[in-house]
């Protein structure tokens, strides 16, 4: 069963616009800090949506991102219009990447950043198909 | 340690934060790559890096890292220092490369990730060592 949410907001991510981004995770951050949850539940949403945020920014043509805060859970569900991922299971290994030199240069590109962001999750779920894009839901309970 | 003492030992300069040189790191961590930054930092910590993108001040800021030290005499873009001094994070610059900024921090008593990692386990797992 969904618990109801007491707060959602929707957020818009344009690709290739890096001079924003982690604009939303840092709004994000921001609303759930005032919320008032625990900071390390913070810290760990906060990482989270950045990383799939970063991931929207550099390799898709847009994509939005649904917070949304009930008294159990936060949940992120990132939804993007890009090339999508051709082999999940390999996106999924630490160090494993498709990143370009231009997008290593900017600091990132390790191969860490979907496992990561299961590590920071309770619930992770990832869909993806090849020149649609992909789907991110993310839940950490409170 | 206090990021005046950091500021001390590295000779560096201050780019935004002035009045928060009081604010204490507990932890070091060296890193070009914002994505082991933010897979790897503890919170509460001091990054050294050399990426002087906006991007290491938003990686800083979601990872709860305090304050950043800029090696190799790089400097960061103004976007950086703009959003360093809205999220208030510190920002310091240092001419040392990456190793010997690291090492003179680690010299003067700053701990790395693994071995805060190491006294959290350490202090959990001592009462059950202790006989009576």
């Not at chain 1, 929207?56 to 994509?63: D, E």
């Not at chain 2, 910590?45 to 990872?63: E, F, H, K």
């Not at chain 2, 790395?112 to 009462?127: C, M, N």
């Amino acid at each position: 069963m969904q618990p109801e949410p007491l707060f959602t907001q929707r957020f818009e991510i344009e690709g290739k616009d890096f001079r924003n981004a982690g604009k939303a995770s840092a709004t994000v951050k921001t609303i759930l800090r005032e919320i008032g949850l625990p900071p390390a539940i913070v810290r760990r949403a906060a990482i989270a949506a950045y990383e799939a945020e970063m991931n929207v920014v550099l390799y898709a043509r847009k994509g939005t991102l649904e917070l949304k805060v009930s008294p159990s859970e936060i949940r992120m569900m990132f939804e993007d219009q890009g090339a999508g991922i051709a082999d999940i299971g390999l996106a999924m290994q630490e160090g494993y990447s498709t990143a370009s030199e231009e997008i290593r240069e900017m600091g990132f590109g390790a191969g860490m950043g979907l496992p990561n962001i299961k590590k920071n999750s309770d619930l992770f779920r990832i869909d993806s198909s090849v020149g649609r894009g992909t789907v991110l839901d993310i839940t950490i309970r409170v | 340690m206090t990021l005046e003492s950091v500021r001390e030992i590295l000779r560096c300069s201050v780019l935004a934060g002035h009045d928060q040189l009081d604010t204490e790191v507990e932890v070091g961590c060296g890193a070009d790559l914002m994505s082991d930054v933010l897979a790897f930092v503890k919170p509460n910590a001091l990054l050294l890096t050399g990426l002087t993108t906006v991007q290491s001040v938003r990686t800083a800021d979601v990872a709860e890292v305090k304050a950043i030290v800029y090696v190799r005499g790089k400097l960061p873009e103004k976007d950086a220092v703009e959003l360093a001094n809205e999220r208030g994070i510190v920002l310091l610059a240092a001419n040392l490369p990456m190793f010997e900024a690291c090492g003179r921090l680690y010299m003067h008593g700053l701990p790395g990730g693994s071995e805060l990692e190491k006294e959290a386990s350490d202090a959990t797992r001592a009462p059950l060592h202790t006989t009576v």
